[in-house]
């Protein structure tokens, strides 16, 4: 979610792109098409992921959105949308791996899916969600306690899109502290949600808390908007840290 924003903002000094084969996999998209606000046709899926291929990566971890009131994505329906995609990729000789997990909303879903165990993963056992951009959940340490004593690795969707923290990070601190990790959507760096997200993208890198890169992207707008991230010191800063859990996955 989210559009392009600062493409016709202030520019700052660029560095040479980034080289982004060294982080090999991306761990946050929406290509399996049609399921949710990511790739409306398969045709659409294909531009997008010969597109991450020509960026360096050797794999894809598509993420669906999954919410109780939204886009629901059972795990059945991303698998099954997940072997059509990669029927597709691998018929059109595109030499990626595409993988899927799913990105889930911290609703009462979350909670019953993560007791029941039937969460996708990537990575084994890491899980992504996402929070509501309004305010921080009065259940997010519940959830992410849940997750853990079910076995999971709760992994944090780009936190620096969610305002209410922007003006404090001690809550970040303490879900640092529990053991989440975090997940930078590269596009914030160049601006794609608005200067808030961006400083408080560039205050997480400062704090050394991301353990993970993603492109989050949707389309081919995102696509766009990478190639201009990959410019960006803050990103070399990132990449160059050594940090990034990616290349492992």
Request: hydrophobic content about 45%; proline content about 6%; charged content about 25%.
């Amino acid at each position: 979610m989210g559009v392009i924003g600062s493409l016709f903002g202030k520019s700052r000094k660029a560095m040479p792109p980034a080289d982004l084969s060294v982080l090999k996999c991306d761990v946050h998209s929406h290509f399996i098409p049609g399921i949710d606000d990511g790739a409306p046709t398969i045709e659409a899926s294909l531009e997008l992921i010969r597109a991450m291929h020509d960026l360096g990566y050797e794999k894809v971890v598509t993420t669906p959105h999954s919410m109780a009131d939204g886009y629901k994505n059972p795990p059945e329906v991303i698998l099954t949308g997940l072997e059509k995609l990669r029927h597709a990729v691998k018929e059109e000789k595109v030499n990626i791996k595409v993988e899927a997990a799913a990105e889930y909303y911290l609703d009462h879903e979350l909670l019953e899916n993560a007791t029941a165990q039937k969460l996708l993963t990537f990575g084994t056992d890491m899980v992504l969600f996402e929070l509501p951009f309004v305010s921080e959940p009065a259940v997010l340490m519940t959830a992410v306690f849940e997750m853990q004593t079910q076995g999971f690795r709760p992994v944090l969707a780009h936190p620096e899109r969610y305002p209410f923290w922007y003006s404090d990070v001690s809550a970040m601190e303490k879900l640092k502290d529990r053991g989440v990790l975090f997940q930078l959507n590269m596009i914030a760096l160049m601006g794609a949600y608005g200067p808030g997200a961006r400083k408080q993208a560039e205050k997480i890198v400062d704090l050394g808390w991301y353990d993970l890169v993603g492109s989050d992207c949707h389309s081919m707008k995102h696509i766009e908007a990478i190639q201009v991230a990959r410019t960006e010191p803050y990103l070399h800063k990132l990449i160059d840290g050594g940090k990034l859990l990616n290349a492992a996955l």
